[in-house]
């Protein structure tokens, strides 16, 4: 295939509003519904009067735990099933009406009675509870390796500090919704998913019903990063349990506020880092994370699994805790674990280039690690050393201070770089794909795009393999009728898609060839088939003037055209030869108002490593995307729970600061491309690549610009005030 930058297959349609997102969908009949939320953190529901509201204008039925006992007993319905309550918001009912002011208005309607049991609204107020849950991740919670504490013993050097990361939130531009209808005993569930064939599973769990009868559609998302999956379900099962009483369609969408109760969080994180040098090399590392996590269910962040192999170093101590809080439950989110991980060590490899006279980019350097530190794997690709390098020179990092004022105008300058990781994953995966008479191809998925391209990557692989320009080239994802594929997120999805319409465009091909070969009328009959190549809408010979049209060729021997299947397989951790990791270096430049306590980010240069990079335009969107995320986290978004009633404060985008294009930096980006012959196609995923790193290239550039150093984030106004004696405040 070749590396080519093309435009977006969907971009016209989305510019035009032709695109049509799950919560437009259109049936006769429509119902619309909202929730009813707990006025408490903590307690029981005691009951619900509904009298009010069955007797407004609209008022179609009313869902509750009653009706989820028809469901089978699952993580997913949990909730719904119980009377428990876990936190501020937590619906308790779902109400259906002919409009939706007037399903929001029988909602109000409804009288919610609750015992209130005293609640836990934050981490500190448990953290002698903290415990150790059974995985982080993919990967156990706590890991020794050598002796730490004998080695920061007898460390020249030991760096120690504690970093704090705040709760952010999801916010994707298209909120979750659902609209839903019932077709006897069978369902058709258009909803804003990352996971089609996650949600049907769930969905033929839950009503005890074949996989067959379900169809679910999310043909277009606008936004995901994490949130939607696990914990829309109890919500979208409510709608269709609505859509089963009243035999009529049932539209469901979140409203902004519930976006910061009901999808999912970045869990707060508190990170003590150790970090031991002698003569510049890393001799020992303890990491020891807790984060929040809710009442209702365990989860964790692998915070501090990056740290267990990012550098070389013999001595390595990591554990993983959690809290329980009667806060939102969390779930993945841009980078999960890495992006706060990072932060911390990266910011502690910074103070230690500091305190050693070592610049930042050489103590880097030096504690490479040339193989995977935890399994003793080789490394499939690793061409981080040369990331450092083409981006350090990129960026004139050498330079830095000799070629810029150290204050330009109100702002003091600043200069950081940090370095970023994210595994290389691979989920299992199916793909058909068509090629008709008259030579146009058809590509299917059922996996979904989430808008980062998945349209573009599936219909270039195949048009590539087949020598067909993407003009005639038709995509179909996001429906569960069609080919398995995976769920969106970990920047798995196009390193599985790769392989699987690889091996069918492989077999069309194969085909296609072995009847050129044996057609007498081809000009192709009887030459090498290994001779033979697509190009222009042809088969044709490399080393002799023949080929044919691939119409005229299907035009005699395949007269309804031909289709092939392909598959790929997800990866098997504990068969791997080699640990697949891409790789990425991240400069940055900023400017802090010492009067005002203003940071902006001037610039930014990143240089990444992700295998084979397939359309050099989208993995510079997908960079790009992960790097604004990055300083969003950086320095605006935190999300703040009232400690005395649990509620969330301020839940809109009016006070959830998210970066602007008035904070948008001048973006450099390089991508280096690997050879990687362990990782099916050479692919490795690029979405979180960019959103981890920013974040402590960012803190550590602020050091230098005012010698202050934050470890907490986001990182503040306050942080950045020159006290009245002249020192740094915060």
Not at 413 to 433: D, E, K, N, S, W
């Amino acid at each position: 295939m070749t590396t080519r930058p093309i435009a977006r297959y969907e971009a016209v349609l989305k510019v035009t509003g032709q695109a049509r997102f799950e919560g437009e969908i259109a049936a006769a009949g429509l119902l619309h519904a909202a929730l009813i939320e707990s006025p408490v953190a903590c307690g029981e529901l005691l009951s619900l009067d509904a009298s009010q509201a069955e007797v407004l204008p609209g008022f179609a039925t009313i869902v509750t735990h009653a009706d989820s006992v028809s469901l089978k007993p699952s993580a997913a319905t949990a909730l719904i099933l119980e009377k428990s309550i876990h936190f501020h918001g937590q619906p308790v009912a779902l109400v259906a009406a002919n409009t939706l002011s007037e399903a929001r208005e029988a909602a109000r309607a409804v009288q919610v009675s609750t015992a209130a049991r005293p609640a836990v609204t934050h981490m500190d107020q448990a953290r002698g509870s903290a415990y150790t849950p059974a995985i982080v991740g993919r990967f156990p919670a706590t890991t020794h390796r050598g002796d730490s504490s004998k080695a920061l013993s007898e460390a020249e050097l030991v760096i120690r500090n504690r970093y704090t990361t705040g709760v952010n939130n999801h916010h994707p531009m298209e909120t979750h919704a659902v609209v839903c209808w019932w077709e006897g005993s069978r369902a058709v569930v258009h909803t804003s998913t990352q996971a089609v064939f996650g949600t049907r599973a769930i969905i033929s769990h839950a009503f005890d019903m074949p996989a067959t009868d379900i169809r679910v559609l999310a043909r277009f998302l606008g936004g995901g990063f994490g949130c939607k999956g696990q914990l829309w379900w109890p919500w979208m099962l409510w709608a269709m349990l609505a859509s089963r009483k009243t035999t009529r369609p049932v539209r469901l969408e979140l409203s902004r506020a519930q976006m910061f109760t009901l999808v999912g969080r970045r869990q707060q994180t508190a990170q003590d880092l150790a970090l031991g040098f002698v003569d510049g090399r890393l001799t020992a590392i303890e990491h020891d994370v807790v984060a929040q996590t809710s009442t209702r269910a365990e989860y964790s962040d692998s915070t501090a699994v990056y740290t267990r192999l990012l550098y070389a170093c013999p001595n390595v101590s990591t554990r993983h805790r959690v809290v329980r809080t009667n806060e939102p439950h969390p779930v993945p989110m841009r980078a999960p674990g890495t992006a706060p991980g990072t932060f911390a060590l990266e910011s502690a490899m910074d103070e230690a280039a500091e305190r050693l006279g070592i610049d930042p980019l050489e103590l880097r350097m030096r504690n490479f690690a040339d193989h995977d530190q935890e399994t003793g794997r080789p490394w499939s690709s690793n061409s981080l050393l040369e990331c450092y390098r083409v981006g350090a020179e990129r960026f004139g990092w050498a330079r830095r201070h000799a070629q810029s004022a150290p204050k330009v105008g109100r702002w003091k300058i600043g200069f950081g770089m940090a370095t970023t990781l994210y595994p290389a994953i691979h989920q299992a995966c199916r793909a058909r794909v068509s090629l008709s008479l008259d030579g146009s191809l058809m590509v299917q998925c059922g996996t979904q795009d989430m808008g980062s391209g998945t349209y573009t990557a599936l219909g270039q692989i195949a048009a590539d393999a087949l020598g067909i320009p993407m003009a005639r080239v038709t995509v179909e994802l996001g429906d569960s009728w069609l080919p398995d594929g995976p769920f969106s997120g970990g920047s798995q999805v196009t390193a599985s898609i790769f392989p699987a319409v690889e091996a069918a465009t492989s077999k069309l091909r194969a085909t296609l060839v072995s009847v050129a070969v044996a057609d007498a009328a081809s000009p192709l009959g009887g030459k090498p088939p290994e001779d033979l190549e697509f190009t222009g809408e042809l088969i044709r010979s490399r080393s002799r003037n023949a080929g044919e049209r691939l119409v005229d060729l299907l035009a005699r021997t395949a007269a309804d055209g031909l289709k092939a299947d392909g598959e790929s397989l997800a990866t098997d951790h504990q068969k791997l030869a080699a640990t697949g990791m891409g790789y990425g270096a991240i400069f940055v430049e900023i400017g802090v108002d010492v009067d005002l306590g203003e940071i902006r980010v001037r610039r930014v240069c990143g240089a990444f490593a992700a295998g084979r990079i397939l359309n050099p335009l989208l993995a510079r969107s997908q960079f790009i995307g992960g790097l604004v995320g990055g300083i969003g986290m950086a320095l605006h978004e935190q999300t703040v729970t009232d400690r005395a009633t649990g509620c969330i404060i301020g839940k809109s985008l009016t006070d959830y600061l998210i970066p602007v294009h008035a904070d948008m930096p001048e973006f450099d980006i390089i991508t280096i491309e690997e050879a990687d012959r362990y990782l099916p196609g050479g692919v490795k995923g690029i979405g979180m690549l960019g959103t981890a790193g920013i974040q402590a290239g960012i803190a550590n550039a602020v050091y230098d610009a005012i010698g202050r150093r934050v470890r907490n984030l986001p990182i503040r106004i306050e942080d950045c005030l020159a006290s009245t004696d002249g020192t740094s405040s915060g």
